[in-house]
């Protein structure tokens, strides 16, 4: 979805349905790699429900070890709503976060890359260095 489009489907999810958020830090992905800090930080959102749930849907081949049953579906997120809505509400609180950490770090330019690797990134971290929010291990900063 188009930023602006997520943004508004955002609130109404946010506001129409039970969802709960999970992350990890950039000290447990350094520490556990990036698949297992993923999959924790949906163990963490499943333990954050208001309520419990008989079956979980994840998007891609792999699951957290969470106390229900787990369905895996490849780009789960074009062929199930609740995976879609799960992706906008990661999507947008991850770009809320950004715009948090651009506030700090304004030559990164966060808000407008979200903490995607692009060129302009790069150059930046280049000419600035790393701040405490980037990956250490990423294959271009070893």
């Given at each position: 979805?188009p ?13 129409n ?109 280049e ?16």
């Amino acid at each position: 979805l188009p930023k602006k489009k997520r943004e508004k489907v955002f609130l109404y999810i946010k506001n129409n349905s039970i969802w709960a958020l999970g992350q990890a830090s950039v000290k447990e992905i350094e520490r556990m790699n990036i698949l297992n800090a993923s999959l924790l930080a949906m163990k963490r959102a499943y333990e954050n429900l208001k309520m419990s749930t008989g079956l979980a849907l994840i998007d891609g081949p792999y699951s957290p070890v969470i106390t229900c049953k787990t369905e895996n579906i490849i780009k789960g997120d074009s062929k199930s709503v609740s995976i879609a809505a799960a992706s906008i509400i990661a999507k947008q609180y991850r770009d809320n976060i950004m715009k948090e950490i651009g506030i700090i770090y304004p030559k990164y330019n966060f808000k407008n890359n979200s903490g995607y690797g692009t060129k302009e990134h790069y150059k930046i971290i280049e000419l600035n260095g790393l701040t405490k929010y980037h990956r250490k291990s990423f294959k271009l900063f070893r």
